[in-house]
């Protein structure tokens, strides 16, 4: 009992941990691109009224913000029982990335080979419509099904996601995938002590394998 205890433990801290970087990625995926304007000071030679000379300082605002976003169409032909081979992540958080859309759901993860991949489509593209459907305030499941139901997908997105972003967003989803594995693993352990101790298995409630207000699925 003693070693299964530690067990345990040890899986609650790792599930911990998992959700400690997984906070650290999304703020760091959430802040990396924003627009930022870089200060600089530069000196100004002015002359007064009686005619004696001086230096004054003049404050410079230089825009780093480079990426251009670039709204574009991309279509998937599958045939029965293929996958478009594509992860979507759904997210409450919102942050402007254009004039007219928020991040809600974009893409994750492309697999290789696939039919995602071969129709040019990447990972930090950000859904906007799905088969002419506007997604905007759309639940995870929702999207999933929309293109699930799809034998040809027709997608509008909105590209202009850093590199950066990109291997922020993969290690998200890489953590995220690592939660749900060690979220099964303890409820496994929870159910063998509730059977060890005598208690009712049926009565253990399925732990919530991501974190509140984001989601991960293959399509």
């Known amino acids: 009992m003693a070693a299964h205890t530690l067990k345990m433990t040890a899986s609650v801290q790792f599930i911990?941990?998992?959700?400690?970087?997984?906070?650290?990625?999304?703020?760091?995926?959430?802040?990396?691109g924003h627009k930022t304007q870089k200060n600089t000071t530069d000196y100004k030679t002015i002359r007064n009224k009686d005619g004696k000379s001086h230096k004054r300082n003049v404050v410079q605002f230089q825009d780093k913000t480079t990426e251009q976003y670039i709204r574009k169409s991309v279509i998937l032909r599958r045939k029965e029982n293929e996958t478009f081979g594509f992860?979507?992540?759904?997210?409450?958080?919102?942050?402007s990335i254009s004039a007219e859309q928020d991040l809600g759901s974009c893409v994750c993860c492309v697999k290789e080979n696939s039919l995602a991949e071969?129709?040019?489509?990447?990972?930090?593209?950000?859904?906007?419509?799905?088969?002419?459907?506007?997604?905007?305030?759309?639940?995870h499941q929702q999207i999933k099904d929309l293109v699930q139901k799809s034998s040809t997908l027709m997608m509008e997105i909105v590209r202009g996601a850093t590199e950066k972003?990109?291997?922020?967003?993969?290690?998200?989803?890489?953590?995220?995938?690592?939660?749900?594995?060690?979220?099964?693993?303890?409820?496994?352990?929870?159910?063998?002590?509730?059977?060890l101790t005598g208690g009712a298995v049926e009565n253990i409630q399925k732990l919530n394998v991501l974190p509140a207000g984001s989601s991960a699925d293959l399509c």
């Open 16 to 32: 911990r941990k998992l959700l400690g970087k997984s906070s650290c990625a999304t703020s760091n995926l959430l802040n990396t």
């Open 87 to 95: 992860d979507i992540q759904t997210s409450s958080v919102e942050r």
């Open 118 to 139: 071969s129709s040019g489509l990447m990972t930090g593209d950000v859904i906007v419509t799905v088969n002419s459907v506007y997604i905007a305030g759309f639940t």
């Open 165 to 195: 972003q990109r291997q922020l967003l993969s290690k998200l989803y890489l953590l995220q995938q690592q939660f749900t594995e060690k979220c099964e693993e303890l409820q496994t352990l929870i159910a063998e002590e509730v059977r």
